[in-house]
């Protein structure tokens, strides 16, 4: 008995299983284009047609490629974002930020986590680029050459978070000038030794050191063995121990400025479990303001930063760039805020 022949599947449906536009064109009765259009949501599409084309994809389980859509069109619904981890609540506020800016208008977040190093952040750029995402939000300007070079040659619209830079498109405040408005807040309360206890030492972190050396040498009070430097991730634990080593320091301190609300609270803590009184023996402030910062006991004095602001304006300026126009300022500083509370 001779088998009549099945009909042919298309190359790409019989290579990939996948359900491709034209299978919804077919089941829809529709040009596709028209499917194109109607899933896309112009308004130009006829309301029973748009319809028709949603119920196909629907019965058929039909998944737009994002690959095949940048290259149709030429543009892509991908933007690449750089951080340095999440670990820490101040990028993930950024990234929620990002998210709800971008989402809106049509775009995802490709996300990599550079973990403070150079050449990974690099190695992580060169695959962002490989999905020619339509632009890039990356942390910092501390780039490698290399990576600088890569961003230029691409050329797609990059703007730079948490930092500013007077050529580059850039949202961010002045780390330096914040801790150096919190090591004066802490000389202007008399006190008269004041360590600087760090981790991580990511370029941020060397920034407001060089802020609070500033304003103590600018008042005569900077002693470099009052500088407490520690490579280590930067948490709850180590701020703790951070600080029993310091108070045990000849000539005593009477206060600490912590580079992060993180090593501050452990720092806290620490404090109520030898029986130290904060702030009358020693005052203790951090950075960033994280939650919990305002329940610690006592309630922690620290830097205010607009990591969500951050995030949004970022964003913002990346999508003027990305529809053609000229920022009204390709640098925008938001600045910070001192919350003086009852630790200083």
């Known amino acids: 008995m001779h088998k009549k022949p099945s009909a042919p599947r298309s190359p790409r449906a019989r290579a990939t299983g996948r359900v491709t536009l034209a299978d919804v064109a077919r089941l829809a009765g529709v040009s596709p284009i028209t499917v194109s259009r109607a899933l896309r949501g112009e308004r130009a599409v006829d309301a029973d047609l748009v319809a028709r084309a949603k119920a196909a994809a629907a019965k058929l389980g039909y998944q737009p490629d994002p690959a095949a859509r940048a290259l149709a069109s030429r543009r892509s619904s991908h933007i690449g974002v750089l951080v340095p981890m999440l670990s820490n609540a101040l990028f993930v506020d950024l990234l929620e ?76 405040f002045s780390q330096v000038d914040a801790a150096a408005a919190l090591t004066r807040h802490l000389l202007e309360g008399g006190r008269q030794r004041i360590a600087f206890a760090a981790a991580q030492l990511d370029p941020r972190t060397m920034q407001r050191l060089a802020g609070w050396r500033r304003e103590l040498m600018a008042s005569g009070r900077y002693d470099a063995t009052l500088e407490w430097l520690n490579p280590a991730p930067s948490s709850l634990a180590l701020g703790g121990r951070m600080f029993e080593q310091i108070v045990r320091q000849q000539p005593p301190v009477d206060a600490i400025f912590f580079c992060n609300d993180d090593l501050a609270q452990g720092a806290l803590l620490a404090a109520l479990r030898l029986g130290i009184s904060v702030p009358r023996q020693v005052a203790v402030v951090g950075f960033n303001d994280l939650t919990g910062s305002d329940q610690m006991v006592p309630a922690l004095t620290t830097v205010r930063t607009p990591r969500a602001e951050i995030g949004e304006a970022a964003s913002g300026m990346l999508l003027a760039l990305l529809r053609g126009e000229v920022p009204p300022q390709r640098t925008i500083d938001l600045g910070y805020d001192i919350i003086v509370r009852a630790s200083s």
């Open 97 to 172: 930020a990002v998210q709800r800016t971008l989402r809106p208008a049509g775009f995802q977040t490709l996300i990599g986590i550079t973990h403070y190093d150079a050449l990974e952040e690099e190695l992580l750029l060169r695959e962002q680029l490989q999905h020619r995402p339509a632009g890039m939000l990356i942390t910092g300007l501390e780039q490698s050459a290399a990576s600088r070079a890569l961003i230029d040659a691409v050329g797609i619209p990059c703007v730079h978070m948490m930092a500013l830079s007077p050529t580059r498109p850039s949202v961010g």
